[in-house]
């Protein structure tokens, strides 16, 4: 009983530090003290953070590597020149341009990870309507609309969210069979997102808005290294493709391509590649695998056996119920505890519910999209979301935690049912 005291109190400390970050704690910090913690006082075998590190450090290192990739993009203009495009192609509509942001996002957010069109190209988008005038209702509309888009739509490839990564890697579910089964699934997404956000904000968008006429040409600040962007992220694609036949881990995949760009960026007139390492989200690793011996902590304390037993008991009857519980039962997590630690808690639940090969497969699935979709229910359920919130504050655009859970509420509920459901259906047709 000492033991689970201790990892309940440790895990709470853990997490309340994250959210609040007291004088500006990095994130990092407190996870990684947690975890020296649970192992120092006994609760977690020292021999358990070796397990830690190997089923979260491919996934870890990826996510460093792609969001290296969207940071050298950014300096470089890539999401600049998309979304003049985007501005182009609306032909001044304002629901045009909206449905083509929604569109646009959820391509950054699966090849370049929901960090990638959450904390780049949301913002970007901001900046495009702030310069063509549309008032503070519209201007809201459109950032809140790219914020929840580019979680909602990160399912469809392993890389295209941590809790992907993390899932794939522990159930070893290779890039191939991965995007077999959920980017049917991020389609029907996709599609449901944009109606239910179109819905909710269309009357504050604005009919027309006159089009600044600017070249996207001219948003491309380097090039020479603008034009080696389409060859790598082609090759890190086929590269991906390759890698479950090949068994080469996604990390060395996204760490080729990373070093790729940043060897063509060395001579850059535009960024500094010690700038841009220095900015990579190093704190991440310390978070994911600080925060997995944490809630190692939690299953080896006997605190996680009502989640198996849910889990184990879903399992028993009907798969579509089995889906909505498990999918269902993460997102609420990922809603309040953060979308890492519930994904960490599912998959310990699902492997200890003691189920065959292709049924945990399945829940595997029903996790990673109640990970990805409902920590939008909150603020607090994933870093990207307060990390986002505070970026769009620094731009001017503060958004108070009732008028968010307003539309939260509203928005991922239907979206996280739908997807769930379309996890069984499409299921019962590739098996």
């Known amino acids: 009983m000492g033991h689970a005291v201790v990892a309940v109190t440790v895990f709470a400390l853990v997490l309340a530090l994250v959210l609040w970050q007291p004088r500006g704690l990095g994130v990092g910090w407190p996870p990684a003290v947690g975890a020296v913690l649970v192992v120092v006082l006994g609760v977690v075998p020292l021999s358990r953070v070796e397990d830690v590190v190997r089923l979260v450090g491919d996934a870890t290192l990826a996510f460093v590597g792609i969001v290296l990739n969207s940071l050298v993009l950014d300096h470089v203009g890539f999401f600049d020149w998309a979304a003049l495009h985007l501005l182009l192609r609306a032909r001044g509509d304002g629901c045009r341009l909206f449905l083509g942001a929604l569109g646009l996002g959820s391509l950054v957010a699966a090849l370049f990870s929901n960090d990638g069109a959450a904390l780049i190209f949301t913002p970007i988008l901001y900046e495009q309507a702030r310069a063509?005038?549309?008032?503070?209702?519209?201007?809201?509309?459109?950032?809140?609309?790219?914020?929840?888009?580019?979680?909602?739509?990160?399912?469809?490839?392993?890389?295209?969210?941590?809790?992907?990564?993390?899932?794939?890697?522990?159930?070893?579910?290779?890039?191939?069979?991965?995007?077999?089964?959920?980017?049917?699934?991020?389609?029907?997404t996709a599609a449901v997102t944009t109606a239910v956000l179109y819905a909710v904000f269309r009357r504050a968008l604005p009919v027309r808005f006159d089009n600044p006429g600017r070249d996207p040409a001219s948003a491309v600040r380097d090039p020479a290294l603008f034009r080696w962007v389409w060859p790598v992220l082609a090759l890190m694609v086929v590269g991906?493709?390759?890698?479950?036949?090949?068994?080469?881990?996604?990390?060395?995949?996204?760490?080729?391509?990373?070093?790729?760009?940043?060897?063509?960026?060395?001579?850059?007139?535009?960024?500094?590649?010690?700038r841009v390492v220095r900015e990579a989200p190093w704190h991440i690793v310390a978070f994911s695998i600080g925060l997995y011996v944490v809630v190692f902590g939690l299953r080896d304390a006997g605190l996680l056996a009502t989640l198996t037993r849910i889990v184990a008991t879903?399992?028993?009857?009907?798969?579509?119920?089995?889906?909505?519980?498990?999918?269902?039962?993460?997102?609420?997590?990922?809603?309040?505890?953060?979308?890492?630690?519930?994904?960490?808690?599912?998959?310990?639940?699902?492997?200890?519910?003691?189920?065959?090969?292709?049924?945990?497969?399945?829940?595997?699935?029903a996790a990673v999209v109640g990970a990805d979709v409902g920590p939008k229910l909150t603020p607090v359920g994933s870093l990207a979301t307060l990390l986002w919130l505070h970026v769009l504050e620094r731009r001017g655009m503060r958004v108070g935690w009732g008028e968010y859970t307003r539309v939260a509420v509203v928005v991922t509920v239907p979206v996280l049912a739908t997807a769930l459901a379309t996890v069984w259906a499409w299921s019962r047709l590739v098996g």
């Open 132 to 188: 063509l005038g549309w008032p503070r209702s519209a201007r809201f509309a459109l950032v809140m609309a790219g914020g929840f888009v580019a979680d909602f739509t990160s399912t469809p490839l392993v890389t295209s969210n941590l809790v992907n990564i993390i899932a794939a890697d522990d159930f070893r579910l290779g890039f191939d069979r991965y995007a077999l089964h959920l980017v049917p699934v991020d389609v029907v």
């Open 240 to 274: 991906f493709v390759a890698s479950e036949p090949l068994r080469i881990p996604v990390s060395l995949v996204v760490s080729a391509a990373t070093v790729v760009l940043l060897y063509q960026a060395r001579r850059s007139p535009v960024l500094s590649v010690r």
């Open 314 to 365: 879903a399992a028993r009857g009907p798969a579509g119920a089995g889906v909505l519980t498990v999918g269902g039962l993460t997102g609420g997590l990922a809603a309040g505890l953060n979308n890492l630690p519930a994904i960490l808690m599912t998959v310990l639940a699902i492997h200890g519910a003691g189920l065959g090969a292709s049924a945990a497969r399945l829940l595997a699935y």
